[in-house]
């Protein structure tokens, strides 16, 4: 395969030829701080040689070697080497939802149904869009069955995610996934109803989800729980008036613990995932997802809102710049990026912490090993999916990558 000038330094040629292909490169900032840089936050070295880290089920980015528009001080990010496995799992998926007559032609507003929207996603560059986020937020998963359930998963809560989505009434969305979750908890469900195809194949992804304990982890369960809850966080309860009750919903509306559950079921763990000392830690981490999630989907829900197609702008950049006084859009995601910045600082003062007091098992050490992946993979996804950059943020395959003209030369780093 012809190699990526813009992934020069960030992975080797070798490497290029195994991972799914990448052709965006979003940058989400609109100006460069002198006071924000980046400082290289590895994951403490002592437990990098744990099981599953060493042998070749995983391809490895130094994403703060080269020029790409990297929003994180994690100097590595990964990806699963049974990505095309996971995205034929969501490819499958969608094509029966955009082909199934009973359970696809509900509509959401104004004549738009599922089927429409899942028949979207499946135009040309289906990789370049949500399919590709499983394979970097999960890069330590153990075998490539627990990646397709995580897939057809995360791909569902994308769909509905859409802004197209967001517009529908909070009452609808949980009609859009109540056979689902009616298969989900009561497995004769799956016996007693007649079964389309895609009912079938969902079926399919509950057994496995379900017989996911004994050897291969009790994280199933955890699954299930955190998937009743997904669709359950649409639109704050009250008005916010704080970066804290910001921060309080989207840890919710992220789906913060369905990612964490997914983290100990891709690595078949029975670790405690709740227990009191990682709790900080664990929050900071939510605060992390939803806050990259906010930095590189403003300027698509931006445009979004102001074109009319979404009714409200729930994004932690516009709550910023209100609560602040900002002068402009920039300081805001400049701020923004600051409060990424330093949840990541303390999440590795908090790991310094854990690896001198010694209090941590080597199964919870894993799974913290897990979400600190999870985090960059989920800053890799945001930075290379076509979801929120489109094709402005299109790199020639034979160029370096070229900020925009209104963006930071060196994404902030220390000079």
């Not at 060493?54 to 994180?72: A, H, K, M």
């Not at 799992?89 to 004549?111: N, P, Q, S, Y």
């Not at 802004?163 to 016996?191: I, S």
Request: proline share 5%; glycine share 6%; hydrophobic share 40%.
């Amino acid at each position: 395969m012809k190699q990526m000038a813009a992934l020069r330094g960030v992975l080797t040629d070798e490497e290029q030829d195994l991972i799914c292909p990448i052709r965006y490169l979003h940058n989400p900032l609109q100006s460069s701080a002198p006071y924000l840089y980046q400082t290289h936050l590895s994951f403490p070295s002592t437990y990098l040689n744990f099981r599953n880290l060493n042998d070749p089920t995983f391809s490895t980015f130094s994403t703060l070697e080269g020029s790409i528009p990297y929003c994180s001080s994690i100097p590595a990010a990964y990806e699963s080497k049974y990505w095309r496995e996971s995205i034929e799992a969501a490819r499958t998926f969608v094509h029966l939802l955009a082909t199934d007559k009973d359970m696809a032609d509900i509509e959401i507003r104004d004549g738009l149904t599922l089927r429409k929207i899942a028949q979207h996603e499946l135009r040309p560059g289906f990789k370049h869009r949500c399919m590709r986020a499983t394979a970097y937020m999960y890069p330590f998963c153990v075998e490539p069955r627990k990646l397709e359930i995580l897939a057809v998963l995360m791909v569902m809560q994308f769909l509905f995610d859409e802004d197209k989505c967001e517009g529908a009434d909070e009452k609808q969305v949980p009609v859009l996934v109540a056979d689902f979750l009616r298969r989900l908890e009561d497995p004769a469900v799956t016996v007693n109803k007649s079964r389309t195809a895609l009912q079938a194949y969902l079926d399919s992804i509950i057994s496995d989800i379900h017989g996911g304990g004994g050897e291969t982890g009790n994280g199933g369960a955890e699954v299930y729980l955190e998937m009743r809850k997904t669709f359950t966080y649409l639109r704050p309860r009250a008005p916010i008036t704080s970066i804290g009750d910001y921060l309080e919903f989207r840890r919710e509306n992220v789906s913060a613990g369905f990612v964490f559950a997914g983290i100990k079921f891709s690595l078949a763990s029975n670790v405690d995932i709740h227990q009191p000392l990682l709790e900080r830690f664990m929050t900071w981490a939510a605060d992390h997802l939803a806050i990259t999630n906010d930095l590189y989907s403003y300027a698509k829900e931006m445009r979004a809102f102001r074109n009319g197609t979404c009714p409200d702008l729930i994004n932690i950049v516009a709550i910023l710049e209100k609560l602040l006084s900002l002068p402009n859009q920039s300081s805001a995601l400049e701020i923004t990026y600051a409060l990424l910045l330093q949840r990541e600082q303390w999440m590795f003062e908090e790991l310094k912490k854990f690896e001198a007091s010694g209090c941590l098992d080597e199964g919870t050490w894993m799974f913290l090993r897990g979400v600190w992946a999870c985090l960059s993979g989920n800053t890799l996804y945001s930075m290379t999916c076509e979801r929120y950059g489109g094709e402005a943020a299109r790199i020639a395959e034979n160029r370096d990558f070229v900020p925009p003209v209104n963006g930071p030369p060196d994404m902030g780093k220390r000079p």
